[in-house]
Each structure stands twice: as C-alpha cells, then as structure tokens.
C-alpha cells in the first residue's frame, strides 16, 4: 500500500532543505532532501565518512569542487560525491539554485536538522548575511556527530 512522505522544511545557513522521509520510516537507507539555495551559497569544504551524495539540478546553476576537480552543473545534471572525497560547491546562478540531495544512510540528513531549525515558514529565511560563530560552531558539531568532517573553507571563501 503507498505510503505518503512526511515533508519537513528546515533552515539552515541561508538555504531551505525539505527533508522528505517515509512516515514512520526507522533511521537509515535512503533520504531525499530538495535545497533550494540563494546566490553565493556556499558549505565548507567537507568528508562524507560512510555515505555517498548525488545531487540532481532542478533549476540554476552550481559550481562543485569534488576532491581537485571544478564541475558546473545545470539543470538535468546529476553529480556524484562518493563517500571519502572532499567537496564543496558555490551557487553561482544570480536566481539561486534548486536541487535535490540523495544520500545512502542519513547522516547528511540528521545534520542538517541538527545544525538548522524547522523553518518559520516554506521558502528561503530572511537574509541575516554571513553565518555567525555559533552558525559555524553548531554546524561542525552537527558534522561530526554525523560522519561528516569539516576539511576547508566554503568554495567561494577559496576562490
């Protein structure tokens, strides 16, 4: 019998992120999160320890470092970061991007609840301009309680 998805919309660091999770799903196997990103968005440069992330472009455009090399994905593109390989990415579309996130185990997921909160309402927050040192603090504890470590700047820091 089909089962309706829960649908959670959370900010964080400037960005929405609907968690889309099976209701009454136990932790684990596969998550759906949509992020939908401003202009210049950009997460630290960081290590999936024990999952991989594809990224399927709705709409915009994103520039990806993945381990040394720069990839820019549109719309239609998918991109993959296997577990183990540093990246990040920068939203260089003036319009912000749109784009689903897959991951394996759900570690990228429970980060994202853990450092963001459940959003106020459904869309991008209001621009409070750069994350503040308790931002960048909660969200590289969130990281590492989730398997992910933080290794660099954001994309856009570095270039």
């Keep these: ?20 999770r099976q209701d009454g799903a136990p932790p ?7 992020q939908v990103l401003p202009h210049g968005f950009s997460p630290p440069r960081h290590i999936h320890h024990n999952e991989d992330e594809t990224f399927y ?28 390989v540093p990246h990040t990415f920068v939203v260089t579309s003036e319009e912000g991007a749109r784009m689903l996130t897959i991951t394996d185990k759900g570690e990228f997921e429970a980060m994202v609840r853990t450092a963001g909160h459940v959003a106020d309402y459904d869309g991008l927050p209001p621009n409070t301009g750069e994350p503040t040192s308790e ?25």
Excluded at 1 to 20: N, Y
Excluded at 60 to 81: Q, T
Excluded at 135 to 159: K, S, T
Aim: glycine share 12%; proline share 5%; aromatic share 6%.
């Design 57 to 84: 472009m709705l709409a915009g455009e994103i520039s990806f470092l993945v381990g040394d090399e720069i990839v820019k994905i549109r719309a239609g593109d998918v991109l993959c970061a296997p577990k183990g």
């Design 135 to 159: 931002d960048i603090l909660r969200l590289e504890a969130a990281c590492r309680a989730n398997g992910i470590e933080v290794v660099g700047p954001p994309l856009a820091a570095a270039a």
């Design 28 to 34: 684990g196997g596969t998550y759906l999160l949509e």
């Design 1 to 20: 019998m089909p089962k309706l998805c829960d649908v959670e919309a959370i900010w964080m660091l400037g960005g929405v992120f609907r968690s889309f």
